[in-house]
């Protein structure tokens, strides 16, 4: 059974449904106190790229122990060329200031705790560069830079932080995907088949654990094959 300090709290954002849910189902089964933040269902309302939300969730439940921002969106599925200002910001906000913020409003007292693991889920398509999906792919590859400075800069502290990077998965956040690209890929997943979201948490629960001690900025590929670097 993965270790956890004895009276440890995870964060998770998007934790309602998909990747998020299933790592907080995960984490409760080994004793971790879990609370889910999510713009939908979740134990807390919130969305993740208005700061001033962020801050408030803080302010309310006090220390966290365990990070895991799980919340993303897929963004538009289309050329570059056609993609609306408007909408490659949303895929941004959400995804890359909604990471930075939590980190942000989160970290400090994980470093002043002596203790802590932040998880970021980025995607195979922030190192691949999935065609028709610019915003998404160019904000995944933010989140996993975000991730490699962090990681180095609270290296010393005893507070971790790594990210994850999923091929496609079977979840809602990829309800709405053009199904060409899934297609895609999974014709290039060696193993064949599309990721699911109890596998992506196992490796999480690894990451968010005390059996995790020198390992920081890295990425974690959990692809059915698929990464080749």
């Known amino acids: ?38 713009i939908v269902g979740g134990d807390e309302f919130l969305d993740v790229s208005d700061a001033r939300a962020v801050d408030e969730l803080r302010s309310k439940i ?32 959400i995804n890359v200031d909604g990471t930075f913020l939590m980190c942000k409003a989160f970290v400090p007292a994980m470093v002043g705790n002596g203790w802590g693991r932040i998880i970021n889920l980025a995607s195979i398509a922030a190192k691949d560069g999935n065609p028709l999906q610019s915003a998404y792919s160019a904000s995944k590859a ?19 932080a790594n990210v994850v990077a999923p091929a496609a998965v079977s979840s809602p956040m990829n309800a709405g995907t053009d199904p060409a690209i899934l297609a895609r890929s999974q014709s ?6 599309m990721g699911l979201p109890a596998e992506i948490a196992e490796l999480v629960a690894w990451l968010a654990s005390n059996e995790l001690s020198f390992s920081t900025g890295a990425v974690y590929d959990i692809s059915g094959g698929r990464a080749s670097y």
Do not use: H, Q
Request: proline residues 4%; charged residues 20%.
């Open 62 to 93: 006090g220390r966290v122990d365990i990070l895991i921002n799980s919340a993303g969106v897929v963004g538009p599925s289309a050329p570059l060329v056609d993609v609306e200002l408007d909408e490659w910001r949303r895929t941004f906000r």
């Open 1 to 38: 059974m993965t270790a956890y300090p004895a009276d440890a709290t995870a964060l998770i954002t998007g934790g309602a449904s998909g990747i998020g849910a299933a790592c907080a189902t995960r984490l409760r089964d080994s004793g971790v106190r879990v609370i889910t933040a999510d």
């Open 188 to 193: 290039l997943t060696p193993m064949a088949r």
């Open 142 to 160: 933010a989140v996993i830079a975000l991730t490699k400075s962090l990681g180095k800069e609270i290296a010393t502290t005893g507070v971790l």
